[in-house]
């Protein structure tokens, strides 16, 4: 997810002022790096970038709200990156650029870990127009999804949980894999791309004597006081 984060981020982002803020401690600074990593390749492939502004690292300390506040433009989209999962610097963080919203246009994108945060007013994830980068998303109007429910429901007697749509896609996608390919599917994987009911799945091979991977991934956002999805490709 981070490495399509920075993919993310130089193809849809390229031309904001994007800023990257982070604690300094290991697990941020690694994800910062990958970030980077991957919006310098994929601009470095496209036709256009020398026309593309590289994302500006902020390391957090308590003070350094001004130290943002000097880097933000206002006749730009400040995308602010926050690489984080430190419930606390995130809600502290988030609580701050609010209050700078008056002033400058800000969009924040922070990781899907943020969802289980409890302490983040509703009303900033709507102000500072947060997205998240997610491995799995359920939209509970798609019809499919609506299948599922009332299927699961008459037959459990119980609303399905997270795990319900995870187990299911995960058990539908490889078993269909290994009842058309038999036990060796896995070379099907680079041919075989679908999006199930909560999951995608779009598998690349790592290495030539490594494994698969799948780095699909959704964008989502609160909108309307709802969760939804960003329409994008990758």
């Given at each position: 997810?981070?490495?399509?984060?920075?993919?993310?981020?130089?193809?849809?982002?390229?031309?904001?002022?994007?800023?990257?803020?982070?604690?300094?401690?290991?697990?941020?600074?690694?994800?910062?790096?990958?970030?980077?990593?991957?919006?310098?390749?994929?601009?470095?492939?496209?036709?256009?970038?020398?026309?593309?502004?590289?994302?500006?690292?902020?390391?957090?300390?308590?003070?350094?709200?001004?130290?943002?506040?000097?880097?933000?433009?206002?006749?730009?989209l400040?995308?602010?990156?926050?690489?984080?999962?430190?419930?606390?610097?995130?809600?502290?963080?988030?609580?701050?650029l609010?209050?700078?919203?008056?002033?400058f246009?800000?969009?924040?994108?922070?990781?899907?870990?943020?969802?289980?945060?409890?302490?983040?007013?509703?009303?900033?994830?709507?102000q500072?127009?947060?997205?998240?980068?997610?491995?799995?998303?359920?939209?509970?109007?798609?019809p499919?999804?609506?299948?599922?429910?009332?299927?699961?429901?008459?037959?459990?007697?119980?609303?399905?949980?997270?795990?319900?749509?995870?187990?299911?896609?995960?058990?539908?996608?490889?078993?269909e894999?290994?009842?058309?390919?038999?036990a060796?599917?896995?070379?099907?994987?680079?041919?075989?791309?679908?999006?199930?009911?909560?999951?995608?799945?779009?598998?690349?091979?790592?290495?030539?004597?490594?494994?698969?991977?799948?780095?699909?991934?959704?964008?989502?956002?609160?909108?309307?006081?709802?969760?939804?999805?960003?329409?994008?490709?990758?």
């Open positions: 997810r981070i490495k399509r984060m920075g993919t993310y981020l130089a193809e849809y982002h390229r031309n904001d002022n994007v800023l990257i803020v982070n604690q300094d401690f290991y697990a941020e600074r690694k994800r910062t790096e990958v970030i980077l990593k991957n919006y310098t390749l994929f601009v470095e492939r496209s036709l256009d970038s020398t026309r593309a502004s590289f994302p500006k690292e902020i390391l957090w300390n308590s003070d350094e709200l001004n130290a943002i506040k000097g880097k933000l433009e206002l006749d730009k400040n995308t602010i990156v926050i690489p984080s999962e430190d419930q606390a610097f995130v809600t502290q963080l988030l609580t701050m609010n209050s700078l919203t008056e002033d246009q800000i969009k924040v994108i922070g990781l899907g870990a943020w969802q289980k945060f409890d302490n983040i007013e509703v009303e900033y994830l709507h500072l127009n947060v997205h998240f980068i997610v491995s799995e998303y359920v939209d509970h109007f798609d499919r999804v609506i299948a599922f429910e009332n299927k699961f429901s008459e037959t459990y007697g119980m609303v399905p949980e997270r795990f319900s749509y995870l187990g299911f896609d995960v058990a539908y996608y490889y078993l894999l290994l009842l058309q390919h038999g060796n599917f896995e070379v099907m994987f680079l041919g075989d791309q679908k999006e199930l009911l909560g999951r995608q799945f779009e598998f690349f091979k790592t290495g030539i004597e490594s494994g698969y991977e799948n780095h699909s991934i959704y964008i989502v956002h609160y909108k309307d006081y709802t969760l939804q999805e960003i329409s994008i490709k990758l």
